[in-house]
């Protein structure tokens, strides 16, 4: 079983992990972190324009424009994050049909996945971007002990730090 974000929430999480990482030093143009985060720039665009909108970034126009964080990262949570991207999060499908459940009956796994997106949302809701940014410069100092075990299959870091 796989649980992942859709593509848009892995871009947003990404975009403000790179802004973050430079909170306080000035902007940063959507073509550095289009390339730091290995991230389609046209797509990118689409994005930040989305994390300006719910006031996550803060956007200045021009040749020396840019984007910076809108709150301190302390206070902008990855769930804030993932719903500015995915939107609000529904958990309205099935896990045993092939179709929507409706609330009105319950499956013999109804009662443990609601709990488990219960759990999920928790989570990614005291999770805030200083705790990635601070987790990510560990990673790349090389003083991160994951919690997790690691993944499975390797996998390439986007965004190292140049």
């Known amino acids: ?49 989305g994390l300006v909108a719910e006031r996550l970034l803060a956007a200045t126009h021009g040749p020396n424009g840019g984007y910076r964080l809108a709150r301190d990262p302390a206070d902008i949570s990855v769930l804030d994050i993932v719903v500015a991207a ?16 409706d609330w009105e009956e319950t499956c013999p796994v109804h009662d443990t996945w ?11 809701a005291s999770t805030s971007l200083a705790d990635m940014v601070g987790i990510d410069a560990a990673i790349e100092a090389g003083a991160y002990q994951p919690e997790a075990p690691p993944h499975t299959r390797p996998t390439a870091r986007h ?4």
């Open 114 to 124: 609601a709990r488990t997106q219960e759990a999920l949302i928790r989570e990614l």
């Open 159 to 162: 965004g190292k730090r140049h």
């Open 1 to 49: 079983m796989q649980l992942s974000l859709k593509r848009k929430g892995d871009y947003a999480v990404r975009a403000m992990i790179s802004v973050g990482r430079h909170h306080g030093t000035g902007l940063r143009q959507a073509r550095q972190i289009s390339t730091e985060m290995h991230i389609p720039y046209k797509t990118l665009t689409l994005i930040l324009a």
């Open 86 to 101: 995915e939107g609000p999060a529904t958990f309205d499908h099935c896990v045993l049909r092939d179709g929507p459940c």
